[in-house]
DNA sequence: AGCCTTTGACCAGCG
DNA sequence: TCGCTGGTCAAAGGC
């Protein structure tokens, strides 16, 4: 079934290193081939409607979505030990086209004016390179970008890479981010509280994450208790992907997401959505209380979609 | 004491 | 039908 279309998936690629590139290295397969595929939220958890893509509901029109939360994150997002955000201000817009995902490097038009970083939802028609050339373009984006003096950005490649690709079709929304040292937790709004079936974006790799730039707390969580399920080698991704639940008793949210060896998150993946409220930042993480304001404010920017997910502290 | 992370193995889906 | 890959489970260890 389809039901990957049921789930609310939001992917975040990133490519900062190399994505697929290296995929040979890995596994030899090509990126996610396999696409991701999945099944866990039922229907009726779903808020939006599940088309392949994301649909944007009749209210919204796609600017409403550059100018929701999640793809404002960025731009809002100050650095302040609060939002957890070190990230500059510029970072990077999102743009949601209509039903496919396009957005293409957006620099600074459309959407805002951040340019520096690349956001891209990548339409299932894009298929004209290679993986292995997309992900070089992605990576050549993100290295300007970074170049620039974004510390964060994040790209979204046009390129779609094959994965992609696949998100797309299984109405994952991807966005590829590239985290530079300072790790790229976004916030975007924040106030929000909650809304209770967000798929929440940070996760705990964050706490991981500060390795990688100064943001000690970069994390990304959403406010939600996450656990560490399981982590494997992806084929068409250089770095491990994490695999992470919900600790929440009848929550099935799960977000997978990819990390670089800086500590970079490279990909986050939200699976369903949270039908429970935040639970008290308070938990026995410190760090964890950090994310969870970041990741508030993650709720929020994918909330303002239709909940269906949310990125966390990664750029969009 | 409880929860989370880590790691290996197993299972299912797809080509 | 086989092989590959992704995703999940379960056990052990650590905080």
Same mark, same amino acid.
């Given at each position: 079934?389809?039901?990957?279309?049921?789930?609310?998936?939001?992917?975040?690629?990133?490519?900062?290193?190399?994505?697929?590139?290296?995929?040979?290295?890995?596994?030899?397969?090509?990126?996610?081939?396999?696409?991701?595929?999945?099944?866990?939220? =039922?229907?009726? $958890?779903?808020?939006? #409607?599940?088309?392949?893509?994301?649909? %944007?509901? /009749?209210?919204?029109?796609?600017? *409403? @979505?550059?100018?929701?939360?999640?793809?404002? =994150?960025?731009? $809002?997002?100050?650095? #302040?030990?609060?939002?957890?955000?070190? %990230?500059? /201000?510029?970072?990077?817009?999102? *743009? @949601?086209?209509?039903?496919?995902?396009?957005?293409?490097?957006?620099?600074?038009?459309?959407?805002?004016?951040?340019?520096?970083?690349?956001?891209?939802?990548?339409?299932?028609?894009?298929?004209?390179?290679?993986?292995?050339?997309?992900?070089?373009?992605?990576?050549?984006?993100?290295?300007?970008?970074?170049?620039?003096?974004?510390?964060?950005?994040?790209?979204?490649?046009?390129?779609?890479?094959?994965?992609?690709?696949?998100?797309?079709?299984?109405?994952?929304?991807?966005?590829?981010?590239?985290?530079?040292?300072?790790?790229?937790?976004?916030?975007?709004?924040?106030?929000?509280?909650?809304?209770?079936?967000?798929?929440?974006?940070?996760?705990?790799?964050?706490?991981?994450?500060?390795?990688?730039?100064?943001?000690?707390?970069?994390?990304?969580?959403?406010?939600?208790?996450?656990?560490?399920?399981?982590?494997?080698?992806?084929?068409?991704?250089?770095?491990?992907?994490?695999?992470?639940?919900?600790?929440?008793?009848?929550?099935?949210?799960?977000?997978?997401?990819?990390?670089?060896?800086?500590?970079?998150?490279?990909?986050?993946?939200?699976?369903?959505?949270?039908?429970?409220?935040?639970?008290?930042?308070?938990?026995?993480?410190?760090?964890?209380?950090?994310?969870?304001?970041?990741?508030?404010?993650?709720?929020?920017?994918?909330?303002?979609?239709?909940?269906?997910?949310?990125?966390?502290?990664?750029?969009?």
């Amino acid at each position: 079934m389809e039901t990957a279309a049921d789930t609310n998936d939001f992917r975040l690629p990133a490519p900062p290193a190399s994505a697929c590139d290296s995929a040979d290295q890995r596994s030899g397969g090509g990126c996610v081939g396999g696409g991701a595929r999945y099944k866990l939220m =039922s229907p009726a $958890k779903l808020p939006i #409607s599940r088309s392949p893509y994301i649909t %944007i509901p /009749p209210g919204l029109s796609p600017t *409403s @979505f550059l100018e929701s939360p999640v793809m404002l =994150s960025n731009m $809002k997002a100050e650095p #302040s030990p609060t939002t957890g955000s070190f %990230i500059k /201000p510029q970072t990077v817009h999102g *743009s @949601f086209l209509s039903n496919s995902y396009s957005a293409t490097a957006v620099s600074s038009d459309a959407f805002g004016e951040r340019a520096s970083s690349f956001f891209e939802f990548r339409p299932p028609s894009i298929s004209n390179m290679t993986s292995a050339d997309m992900k070089n373009k992605m990576r050549e984006q993100s290295v300007q970008l970074q170049g620039n003096s974004q510390s964060q950005f994040q790209s979204f490649s046009s390129l779609s890479s094959p994965k992609a690709e696949m998100a797309a079709s299984s109405n994952e929304l991807s966005l590829h981010i590239a985290t530079s040292g300072a790790t790229a937790t976004t916030e975007a709004d924040d106030d929000e509280q909650n809304q209770t079936g967000n798929p929440s974006c940070g996760p705990q790799a964050s706490h991981s994450d500060l390795k990688g730039g100064t943001a000690s707390s970069t994390t990304s969580e959403d406010g939600y208790n996450w656990r560490k399920y399981g982590q494997k080698l992806v084929k068409g991704s250089e770095f491990p992907r994490s695999y992470y639940k919900c600790t929440h008793p009848n929550c099935e949210v799960k977000k997978l997401f990819e990390r670089s060896h800086d500590g970079q998150i490279t990909e986050i993946i939200y699976k369903g959505t949270h039908d429970h409220p935040k639970p008290q930042p308070s938990r026995r993480y410190a760090a964890g209380a950090l994310l969870t304001v970041q990741e508030d404010r993650s709720d929020k920017i994918l909330s303002g979609r239709d909940g269906k997910g949310r990125l966390s502290n990664l750029i969009y």
